[in-house]
């Protein structure tokens, strides 16, 4: 059946002219012989990838550079999710996609969020629901690698203990660097984090930050001149030194509110995806480590 379904996909590629990129070849993944989890993004994937210790494989839907808000999964990836054993996503809305790609999938899933106290979007098409970016604080990211820790278990029990001693030592690391980033904006005059998305009200929440940007989530990566009037009273009200803008959008916005008040543009954050293996963030501890690195830089030189 399984064979029947993915011959039926690629047929279906073919004839609608969807352009899907390959499948892994199947006698490379039946070799492997360890459960597969399939996660949505490649930051919950090295999540997950370090929690499981080498115990699973791990892979990501969508891949490195990819916008997770709007992303369009593709017969490829429907094919490659059937020989999925669990299945790993954010919540929270992030990815509206997920609920219609899941209706093909026959796997048991983890929301990854799940325990995390929501932040409101506070403005926009989206305001009142849940901000979905809660990976991005030290401290919420930690129920997250809980959550990986017990789908992980029930999956394969026999290497519980080694996912509970690996996720032990992730929150352990996450503990610390949210303990060193409190101690490093202690000094700044007015605390205020400003941002193209809206991905870092979890951080700026956890780390009594105040905040503000230009677009609650990328779906709307433009910004209108209101939006970024109001982001411009805002640093200039504050004294905001540093502005900041994300990898995955066109930071033309930032530079305008720079530009008009006099702030830097601070070095790039990344949010929604890892670097390549040889960028600059190529795990999910050192996308955190070096946004809040860039961050204090920026906000307590």
Known sequence: MRASLAGCLVLLAALCGCG???????????????????????????LADTVGGGHVRVESITKIGAEIHGYEPTPSDLVRAQDADLILDNGLGLERWFERFLTAVDAPRAVLSDGVEPVAIRSG????????????SP??????????????????????????????????????????????????????LVTCEGAFSYLARDAGLAEAFIWPVNADSEGTPRQIRDVIGFVEEHGVP????????????????????????????????????????????????????????????
């Not at 996912?163 to 202690?186: M, Q, V």
Request: aromatic share 6%.
């Open 20 to 46: 899907a990129s390959p499948a892994d070849p199947p006698e490379a993944a039946d070799a492997d012989g360890r459960p597969l989890v399939l996660t949505t993004f490649s930051v919950l994937a090295d």
């Open 125 to 136: 098409d989206y305001s009142g629901r849940a901000n979905p970016h809660a990976w991005m």
């Open 139 to 192: 401290l919420a990211a930690q129920t997250y690698v809980d959550n990986t820790v017990e789908a992980l278990s029930e999956l394969v029990p026999e290497h519980a203990a080694d996912f509970a001693e690996n996720g032990r030592l992730l929150k352990d690391r996450l503990a610390e660097l949210l303990t060193e980033f409190r101690a490093r904006i202690a000094g700044a005059g007015v605390p205020a």
């Open 242 to 301: 540093t502005v900041f803008c994300e990898s995955t959008v066109d930071a033309s916005a930032q530079e305008q509110v720079a530009l008009a008040t006099g702030a830097e543009l601070g070095g790039m954050l990344y949010v929604d995806s890892l670097s390549a293996p040889d960028g600059p963030v190529p795990t999910f501890l050192d996308l955190i480590r070096h946004d809040l690195a860039t961050i204090a830089e920026g906000l307590a030189p």
